[in-house]
Nanobody
Framework: QVQLVESGGGLVQPGGSLRLSCAASGTIWFSGIVAWYRQAPGEERELVARISRGGTIEYKDSVKGRLTISRDNVEKTVYLQMNSLKPEDTAVYYC??????????????WGQGTQVTVSS
């Protein structure tokens, strides 16, 4: 079964760090763009960072210098290293990617989400 599974969320104090992981399984394709999104209560889901197979990266302006996205194409995993976290980073974080299952057709998938809470 094709799926994305996020992990690494939790509760941290302002200024703390977390490392999120998103592992793809059941897919024979992991060469497209993979992205991290987040959604805070009462807010629209927003793009945080995205990375191509070749390493081209884009960030939301407010996270530049604090968050770093990376990927391992052999392990089919994408990471989000989160440093100097702020309360406004509190949200559910979702991984998104195009994957290929037994149909041999690329389809867009979302992970189940992982909660990140930044609070004293």
């Amino acid at each position: 079964q094709v799926q994305l599974v996020e992990s690494g969320g939790g509760l941290v104090q302002p200024g703390g760090s977390l490392r999120l992981s998103c592992a793809a399984s059941g897919t024979i394709w992991f060469s497209g763009i993979v992205a991290w999104y987040r959604q805070a209560p009462g807010e629209e889901r927003e793009l945080v960072a995205r990375i191509s197979r070749g390493g081209t990266i884009e960030y939301k302006d407010s996270v530049k210098g604090r968050l770093t996205i990376s990927r391992d194409n052999v392990e089919k995993t994408v990471y989000l290293q989160m440093n100097s976290l702020k309360p406004e980073d509190t949200a559910v974080y979702y991984c998104n990617a195009d994957l290929m299952g037994v149909s041999r057709l690329l389809r867009n998938y979302w992970g189940q989400g992982t909660q990140v809470t930044v609070s004293s």
